[in-house]
C-alpha cells in the first residue's frame, strides 16, 4: 500500500492534526477501508514516515486523548489503531458561529438587541462556513446565560490495558516511593516513563512485565530489560522474507532496478 486514503468527514478537524498525527490517521483508516487491520508498530510509523518514534509514540497519544483514535491489543502483543472521527470535537463553523451570536459585554442590558444567525445565499456556493448576523429591530431586555466548561481533567494513559499490567505498575511506583523515595513529581513525567517503556520493550507487554519485576525483585532504580528479552524482540523486529520480497517488488517498480 503506497497510497492514504481520507474520508470527507475528517476534512473539518485536518487543522487541528500535525502532519505526523494526520499521516498516522490516515494510515489505520485506509487499511480499515480494505477491510484489514493496522497492526503497525511504532518503529514500523517511524520507519514509513522518516520521523523518530519518540515523535510516533507522542503523536498517537495525543490522537487518543483528543477522541481521534483508538487501540486494542491483540494477545498483548499487537496492537491494533483505529481510526475515529470523533463526535465530541466541535466544528470549526459551529466555534464561529458561537462567537458570532455572542453579544458585547460593554453593551447596556436595556439596550441589549437580539441576533439572529443566518448563511449567506450566494449562487454557486455551499453557505456551509459564510455567515451574516442579522439585526432584529425590537429591544428587549434579555439575559445571556453562558456555558460554564469545566477544565478536563488530565487522565493517565496506560499503553497496556491489561489489569496485570496496571497492577505491576501500581506495585513499581510503591516500591520506588518506599526503596528509593521518589515520586512522580507530574502526572507528564509518568507519561513520559510508561512511552519510554512502551518503545524499549516495542510494545510487548509480557516482556514489560518481567522487566518491571524483574527490577522489582533485584532492588534496581530503573526498569532494565534482560539480555534474553532483547534477543527475542531483536528477532521479532527482524522483516520476513515476504516483507522484503514486497520492499524489492515496490523498488523495482519505482526505478527499474533492485538493490542489493
Request: net charge positive; hydrophobic share 35%.
Amino acid at each position: 500500500m503506497n497510497y492514504f486514503q481520507l474520508p470527507l468527514e475528517i476534512l473539518p478537524y485536518v487543522s487541528r492534526l500535525s502532519a505526523v498525527q494526520l499521516a498516522i490517521w490516515a494510515d489505520a483508516y485506509t487499511w480499515e477501508a480494505q477491510g484489514k487491520k493496522a497492526y503497525r508498530t511504532n518503529g514500523q510509523l517511524a520507519e514509513l514516515l522518516n520521523v523518530t518514534e519518540k515523535s510516533i509514540s507522542c503523536a498517537i497519544t495525543n490522537l487518543r486523548k483528543s477522541g481521534f483514535i483508538d487501540w486494542s491489543m491483540i494477545n498483548g502483543r499487537q496492537r491494533i489503531i483505529k481510526a475515529v472521527i470523533p463526535s465530541n470535537v466541535k466544528h470549526p463553523v459551529e466555534r464561529k458561529a458561537s462567537r458570532l451570536t455572542s453579544i458585547p459585554s460593554n453593551v447596556d442590558t436595556a439596550s441589549r438587541q437580539t441576533y439572529t444567525l443566518h448563511p449567506v445565499e450566494r449562487k454557486g456556493c455551499i453557505p456551509s462556513n459564510v455567515y451574516q448576523v442579522e439585526k432584529d429591530n425590537r429591544e428587549e431586555k434579555r439575559e445571556v446565560s453562558r456555558e460554564v466548561v469545566s477544565p478536563k481533567k488530565e487522565e493517565l494513559v496506560l499503553p497496556f490495558e491489561s489489569e496485570e499490567f496496571r497492577t505491576i505498575w501500581s506495585e513499581w511506583k510503591e516500591y520506588k516511593r518506599k526503596e528509593h523515595r521518589f515520586t512522580f513529581k507530574a502526572m507528564k513525567t509518568e507519561q513520559a516513563a510508561l512511552h519510554k517503556l512502551h518503545n524499549d520493550v516495542q510494545g510487548n507487554e509480557r516482556i514489560a512485565i518481567d522487566a518491571i519485576g524483574n527490577s522489582i525483585a533485584n532492588g534496581w532504580k530503573g526498569i532494565f530489560i534482560s539480555s534474553e528479552a532483547k534477543r527475542e524482540l531483536s528477532r521479532s523486529s527482524k522483516p520476513g522474507r515476504s516483507e522484503e520480497d514486497r520492499r524489492k517488488f515496490a523498488e523495482y517498480i519505482a526505478t527499474g532496478k533492485i538493490s542489493s
